[in-house]
């Protein structure tokens, strides 16, 4: 059994109120819960935390080190200007997800870069509360052929 670690960033707990024509009308719990049920059908345990502050993250990920095979990231807006969370995920060694609930490439100019999807394994973006099932897959697809 794996632990995925799963971090949402700022302004994610408020999915389900926040903009539901971009984000769609699921809450964080729904989405983290669809995540969950994926990871526990592969037998694998997934832990979540959801923070608004950037430290908050890069401690998450430091903790994880060598402690959780996998991380999935929505880093929200963090994606597009946080190096240390770009650094953060470089010193973790295991598979890396970043997910989006949008598909950022699509949206306005300042989100069609991301400064931490350098330093992870894939990308999962633009398919909503699905994304958080398939993000799990692609850990599991992953870490299957690790
Ligand atoms: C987001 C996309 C980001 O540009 C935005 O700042 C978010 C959410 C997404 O899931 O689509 O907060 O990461």
Redesign the pocket.
């Known amino acids: 059994m794996a632990i995925i670690l799963l971090l949402s ?4 707990n408020l999915l389900g109120e926040r903009e539901p024509q971009i ?1 769609g009308s699921a809450s964080l719990a729904d989405c983290v819960s669809d995540a969950s049920v994926a990871a526990e059908a592969r037998g694998h345990l997934l832990e979540h935390l959801q923070s608004n502050h950037e430290g908050d993250l890069v401690d998450a990920i430091h903790r994880s080190r060598g402690r959780c095979a996998a991380i999935i990231v ?4 963090f ?2 200007y946080s190096y240390a969370i770009a650094d953060a995920l470089a010193t973790f060694d295991g598979t890396k997800v970043e997910l ?3 598909n ?1 490439s699509a949206r306005e100019e300042w ?1 069609r870069h991301s400064v931490t999807a350098a330093y992870v394994t894939g990308v999962v973006a633009g398919f909503g509360r699905a994304g958080y099932g398939l993000a799990v897959e692609a850990v599991c697809a992953s870490l299957d052929t690790a």
């Open positions: 960033g700022p302004n994610l984000y929505n880093p929200g807006a994606s597009h989006h609930l949008s950022p989100r």
